[in-house]
């Protein structure tokens, strides 16, 4: 049984218990990461451990644990899973257990979760082929770069896009491209690559700093820039990008396809280099 972390214990998933009280439960108050581990090793670990400190503070709510005791426990909890299959280590803080009261409760403790499965990649096929999108308005709150936990308009975005036969919504707010339900968006033209900048319409993804790195550090065109929908209809390229999906061409858009209707070439560098990049890890 797989192992997961509960307010200081080590125990089996299906041994972890929480109370319904629980304001993670009941109000969606609290804030998560999602940390891949690549034979043992997370990650980026200290990018998520910022990101992580960035959406409590976003939530006002006091980071529980160190950076070494994050460190340590969620080392612990990859080693006692299997560190040899690369696993995604999910975590997750809410504000505790008290009465169900929207105003903050005084003097609880929070309730902090961990737990970690193996990565399930998109298979060969799919990475060779690419995914489909759709395009959907952006109906999410103004604070998207917290990644918290109350993830109701994202679930309902992504199963609009699963009800359409495709695989990802891509976000528009207010003519701009924000990013996908559960994904950041780049696009391509004429071999430049563009991705939306920073801003609280978009988490700031791991994944997406990784790109950024990698295209920037081997000669590639790469600007931070808004995406407008007719840009993303027009685009050469579109790619998907994050820890799970690590980057995934999207080559069909609203029933349309995206270039040739195949990955193309520059998905085709960046996903190598990408590789080459894990791999040197
Ligand atoms: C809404 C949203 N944007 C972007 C991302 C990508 O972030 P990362 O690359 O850190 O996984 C995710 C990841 O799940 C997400 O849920």
Redesign the pocket.
């Known amino acids: 049984m797989t192992q997961c972390y509960l307010n200081g214990e080590f125990l089996a998933l299906d041994q972890a218990k929480i109370s319904v009280l629980d304001r993670g439960f009941l109000l969606g108050d609290g804030v998560y990461e999602?940390i891949p581990a690549y034979h043992g090793k997370l990650f980026r670990l200290q990018d998520?451990l910022k990101?992580l400190q960035n959406s409590l503070h976003g939530i006002r709510l006091k980071n529980p644990l160190s950076t070494e005791q994050w460190s340590d426990v969620l080392q612990k909890l990859v080693n006692q899973n299997n560190p040899e299959e690369d696993q995604s280590v999910y975590l997750q803080v809410t504000r505790g257990v008290a009465k169900r009261d929207h105003a903050f409760p005084e003097n609880t403790a929070a309730t902090v979760f961990a737990m970690s499965n193996p990565i399930k990649y998109p298979t060969p096929d799919v990475i060779q082929n690419g995914v489909a999108a759709i395009t959907l308005q952006d109906n999410r709150w103004l604070r998207?770069h917290i990644?918290a936990i109350a993830?109701l308009p994202?679930v309902l975005l992504r199963q609009q896009a699963v009800d359409e036969g495709v695989d990802e919504a891509i976000l528009l707010r207010d003519g701009l491209v924000t990013?996908?339900?559960?994904?950041?968006v780049f696009v391509v033209k004429n071999n430049t690559i563009c991705t939306p900048p920073q801003s609280p319409d978009?988490?700031?993804?791991?994944?997406?700093?990784?790109v950024l790195e990698l295209a920037r550090s081997n000669d590639l065109y790469i600007h931070e820039c808004p995406i407008s929908e007719a840009e993303l209809i027009t685009a050469d390229e579109i790619w998907l990008?994050?820890?799970?999906?690590e980057v995934l061409a999207v080559t069909e858009l609203n029933k349309k396809k995206v270039g040739d209707g195949k990955p193309g070439a520059v998905w085709k560098t960046i996903s190598s280099l990408y590789k080459a990049y894990k791999e040197k890890l």
């Open positions: 999602v998520h990101r998207c990644k993830l994202n990013e996908g339900a559960a994904s950041n978009l988490l700031p993804g791991i994944t997406r700093d990784v990008s994050s820890s799970t999906k």
